[in-house]
Structure formats: structure tokens, C-alpha cells
């Protein structure tokens, strides 16, 4: 798992791992271990802007 905060067992795992490897989500940098998900908190208009804007390009390249 990338994250260090995300269980490879929980049940959103799978989403999780994809949404990293994809580029959609990044995480938040931890200088003293692996990035962070953050699975706890609310997800922000900003960040599903960004996450949304990410996706948009990936599938914008993956076409071309």
C-alpha cells in the first residue's frame, strides 16, 4: 500500500491503490514514513477539484 495510514485490508484499499497509481491522489507528504491518505478526513471541494482535474488529463492522454 503507498499509503501509510491505509490498511491493505480495508475495504476501500483497492480504490485507494488505484487512485495513487493513477496520479489522481497523491497523499500528503510524511518526511518520516510513506505519504499519508488521510482517510479520516472530509474531502474538500478543492481537493476533489484537483482529484477530478487529474483524471480529466489522464484520460485526455490515455486517448492520444
Request: hydrophobic share 45%.
Amino acid at each position: 500500500m503507498p499509503f501509510s495510514d491505509v490498511d491493505a485490508s480495508s475495504p476501500s484499499a483497492a480504490a485507494i491503490r488505484w487512485l495513487f497509481y493513477a496520479g489522481i491522489a497523491r497523499g500528503w507528504d510524511d518526511p518520516l514514513d510513506a505519504p499519508t491518505f488521510r482517510p479520516d478526513l472530509d474531502l474538500t471541494r478543492e481537493a476533489l477539484v484537483i482529484m477530478l482535474s487529474r483524471f480529466r488529463d489522464g484520460m485526455a492522454a490515455s486517448r492520444s
